[in-house]
Structures are given as C-alpha cells and as structure tokens.
C-alpha cells in the first residue's frame, strides 16, 4: 500500500517510460500515484493519463511560477475548467509561492489565494509548493483558514515546519530521506499521522517504487516496522483524500 502524492508522470514525454514505470510502480504495491498539473497543458493531459490509468489520480492546478505569466483572463478561465472537471480530481495541486525565480511575486499570491478558495469551495485538500517563500505561504493559508493541505517537499526552517504541523496540515516525506539529514530530522518531527509520501518524479530522480526505500528509512526513524507504516500513510491518504 504505497501512496505517492506529489509526482508528475505527466511531464514524461514517452509513453513507453512512462508505462515502464507505473509497471515497476505496481510491482513494488503502489496503489495510488498523484499526479499535479503544473499549466493548462499539463491539467489536460493528467486528466487523460488518470482516464487510462488506475493508478493515476489527478490534482489540477497552476505552478506559482506558472501562473504569473499569464493573462488575468487565461487564468480565471483555468479556474472554471478545474471547477468543470472537479468530479475527476482529488485536490488542487501544484499550488503555492516560489521566490527562487523572477516572478511577480504579488500576482502569484493573487493566484495562490484564488486556487485556495477554489479547493475549499469543492472541499478539497490543496497540495502546496513553497519556495524561499514559506512562510509568506503559511500567513495565507493561516489567514484563509486552510484545513485540508498537503506542504510538498517543505524545506523551509524547523519552526515553519512545527507551524504547518500545528495547523494540522500533512507533510510529505521525498525519495531525499534516504540521504538528506534535513528530511530525516522533519521525519523526527512530524507525527504519524500527518506523514505523507511522495517522489516528484521526473523533476527528481526518484519515482514511485523507490518510496519503498523511502519507507524503510521513515519506519527505522519512527521505530516501526515497515508494514505498520505503510498502512498508517495510506490511512492519512484516505482520511484527506
Ligand atoms: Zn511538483
């Protein structure tokens, strides 16, 4: 019962690859593999690759460093074919702030407060991308009185991590745990049952049957056995989801 919340199959461009791993995906027992959409282009294609694949569950939304660059028009049109689909989704995602860029970091809040409201009119959880701007993404999500969220790959500083755990939000654990002492102490830090797990394939090398390694590193952490915890992520999978 492996989950992978954050990964973008979508943005492989061969299907051939992309078959190759979803088969090593279900052989290692994924079960669930969410895929975010990042523009208009890749929303339509995650909604077709989740028709064909069962594996595959769609999150619809529009990358901070996306959603800046286009019209106010394009965006909100965005907005009402996310709302049209909403019966093919299970949360809105990729969403959030990035300063690592030159973007229009006060659009990019406009459009992070657009698609929180959306996820909450359709009540749905947000999977939230934060970058060298967490806790400018926290204040909003605090402010807006977010419930349901998802913090993707968060690196922001100890205390924002205890924030976001206050607030009761999940926190997903990368393929990086494995090596990364960053991600080892927030594993420390995160209770069980807001742990959540993801690849973010193909932006990182990991993809979805390496979170088994993942795991064995998180259960090691937590003093678990493997089993034990796999079953506990995919309860928070579908306590949220
Ligand atoms: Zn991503």
Not at 203 to 226: N, T
Request: glycine letters at 4%; a neutral charge.
């Amino acid at each position: 019962m492996i989950i992978d919340v954050h990964a973008h199959l979508e943005l492989e461009e061969s299907d051939e690859n992309r078959n190759e791993v979803l088969k090593r995906a279900e052989e290692a027992g994924v079960k669930i593999i969410i895929c975010n959409g990042i523009d208009p282009k890749n929303n339509r294609k995650i909604l077709e690759l989740s028709k064909k694949h069962s594996l595959i569950k769609a999150a619809l939304g529009f990358y901070p460093c996306e959603c800046d660059k286009v019209s106010k028009e394009e965006f909100e049109k965005e907005l009402k074919f996310i709302k049209k689909n909403k019966k093919k989704i299970i949360a809105i995602g990729e969403i959030g702030l990035d300063k690592k860029w030159d973007n229009d970091f006060d659009r990019q809040q406009e459009c992070f407060r657009e698609l929180i409201s959306l996820a909450q009119k359709l009540d749905i959880p947000i999977i939230v991308h934060s970058r060298m701007a967490e806790e400018k993404a926290i204040e909003i999500m605090e402010e807006m009185n977010v419930k349901k969220a998802v913090m993707h790959c968060f690196s922001g500083k100890k205390k924002f991590v205890q924030r976001c755990i206050d607030n009761k939000w999940s926190l997903t654990i990368p393929g990086d745990i494995i090596r990364g002492q960053q991600f080892q102490e927030m594993a420390k830090m995160i209770p069980l049952k807001q742990i959540l797990t993801e690849t973010d394939f193909p932006v990182k090398k990991f993809e979805p049957a390496d979170i088994s390694e993942s795991l064995k590193k998180i259960a090691e952490i937590k003093g678990l056995d493997i089993q034990e915890l796999s079953n506990i992520i995919f309860q928070n999978y579908q306590r949220l989801f």
